[in-house]
């Protein structure tokens, strides 16, 4: 566990990382993590129960926090999952909070994104790139003032971004994202939400559901049918 500690001013503030079979990821509670040249944490393959909670992560010169997956780490043993709550993620120089996963194999990430201010992020406040299966959940998140721009030819950043490629049924994929009751506003550049696909019915499940999205220039810009209930648009310029 680390536990109400100050770490700035290196490379990346906390680096984890896991290949083969993967333990039990450590717990960062009541951290400050800031002021670094790359991410604030990068975590490659560490996800079964890592916990980050309560944390302030900034001012670093990359993404805040930087999840990867890919084929060179080996296949993750499914387990809890890693949950982010409560924290602060905002100033950063990329995205508050970034998913890439370039896996090419069945089994899923699975990340609880709950009740976090991710504002103020020169690129999207969460961004997902997806070439493998992931169980996502978004609520209660405030994602505001981030930078990205909007461009109706190359897609757009701004408050959520997804972005998933290749086929599911041909290579096994299992993808669950559920986007709940997060306010989502002020993206001045770029969009609330932004999801667009490679292949039509990439999702086992997707929804946007009572949701805030209001003062964006693009309030929702999604590519196939949804189960999109309950959202509050309001105040968007597009």
Avoid at 112 to 124: A, C, K, P, Y
Avoid at 130 to 155: A, E, Y
Avoid at 195 to 208: G, H, K, V
Wanted: hydrophobic share 30%.
């Amino acid at each position: 566990q680390l536990q109400h500690v100050v770490i700035e001013y290196g490379q990346t503030g906390i680096r984890l990382q896991q290949t083969g079979v993967e333990k039990n990821s450590p717990q960062i509670q009541h951290c400050t993590i800031q002021h670094h040249s790359s991410y604030g944490i990068y975590a490659y393959h560490a996800y079964n129960g890592l916990l980050i909670q309560n944390s302030t992560i900034s001012n670093n010169g990359a993404e805040g926090v930087y999840f990867k997956m890919d084929q060179q780490g080996g296949k993750r043993v499914s387990g809890n999952p890693a949950i982010l709550e409560g924290n602060t993620i905002t100033g950063n120089q990329q995205n508050g909070l970034y998913f890439r996963l370039d896996q090419h194999h069945s089994d899923p990430l699975q990340m609880l994104v709950n009740r976090n201010s991710i504002s103020s992020n020169e690129r999207s406040g969460v961004k997902v790139d997806c070439d493998g299966s992931i169980n996502l959940q978004l609520n209660q998140n405030q994602i505001n003032q981030n930078k990205g721009s909007w461009s109706p030819t190359s897609g757009s950043e701004g408050g959520i971004r997804l972005k998933f490629e290749r086929d599911p049924q041909r290579y096994g994929y299992k993808r669950v994202v559920s986007i709940r009751e997060n306010v989502i506003k002020d993206q001045a550049s770029g969009a609330g939400i932004y999801e667009w696909t490679s292949y039509n019915y990439t999702y086992d499940w997707l929804e946007i559901i009572a949701n805030t999205v209001s003062g964006n220039k693009v309030g929702l810009v999604l590519d196939e049918p949804k189960r999109l209930m309950f959202n509050n648009l309001q105040g968007n310029s597009l």
